[in-house]
């Protein structure tokens, strides 16, 4: 069974950091395309980050050069590093599957998501 | 690429066919992804590539178009779909989602 898991939201002040992290089992995340999507309260999804499976990472303007994607392969796990953290990252984020895994799909498993918020 | 979704709201009775679009500001394809989310739950992924189901997703749902333009189609509503459906392409990076058609059953 394909499973999602994410951990390690919560409270920051504006400036901080947080890491969220992405249990998966049921597959491998080093063969898949691996990404971070989120939604602030009330709105509608945002996509944050992808990792392809070699390696290659790419971010949206919004969170370029503060925000790191990466995963462990031996922890089966995929990460989300956030620093400077600001109000407008407030938001629950979801790990997921894709948009690329045996074919283009878009985001085909999804995690139950990860509450961030960002407040003084 | 922006993803304008419309209706904003459809309220549709119990049997009835609902329809739902979805415009790409550009070409893309049929690179387009469908998903229902429910109050408090992660999105479902119910379409991809345009018109191709994904996995448990029932025949009563189907997706067409290209370039451009795109629906989703639920021929015969049943409770259970009720929610918030957005559209996302996935031609081109950032991937991007439009805003979203709430599906209120009536």
């Known amino acids: 069974e394909v499973q999602l898991v994410e951990t390690g939201g919560g409270l920051s002040q504006p400036g901080g950091s947080l890491r969220l992290a992405c249990r998966v089992s049921?597959?491998?995340?080093?063969?898949?395309?691996m990404s971070w999507v989120r939604q602030a309260p009330g709105t509608g999804l945002e996509w944050v980050s992808v990792?392809?499976?070699?390696?290659?990472?790419i971010y949206a303007e919004s969170v370029k050069g503060r925000f790191t994607i990466f995963r462990d392969n031996a922890k089966n796990t995929l990460y989300l590093q956030m620093n400077s953290l600001s109000a407008e990252d407030t938001a629950v984020y979801y790990c997921?599957?894709?948009?690329?895994?045996?074919?283009?799909?878009?985001?085909?498993?999804w995690g139950q998501g990860a509450l961030v918020a960002v407040s003084s | 690429i922006v993803m304008t979704q419309s209706p904003a709201t459809l309220s549709v009775s119990p049997g009835e066919r609902a329809t739902l679009s979805c415009r790409a500001s550009q070409d893309i394809g049929s690179r387009i992804a469908w998903y229902q989310q429910r109050p408090g739950q992660a999105p479902r992924l119910l379409m991809y590539e345009a018109s191709s189901r994904a996995t448990a997703i029932p025949a009563r749902i189907s997706g067409s178009g290209s370039v451009t333009e795109f629906t989703l189609t639920i021929s015969s509503l049943q409770s259970e779909d009720f929610g918030i459906y957005y559209c996302q392409q996935y031609s081109q990076w950032p991937l991007t989602f439009g805003g979203g058609t709430r599906v209120e059953i009536k």
């Open positions: 997921a599957r894709g948009p690329y895994s045996t074919t283009w799909m878009g985001f085909d498993y």
């Open positions: 990792i392809y499976g070699d390696n290659t990472e």
């Open positions: 049921g597959f491998a995340v080093s063969d898949n395309h």
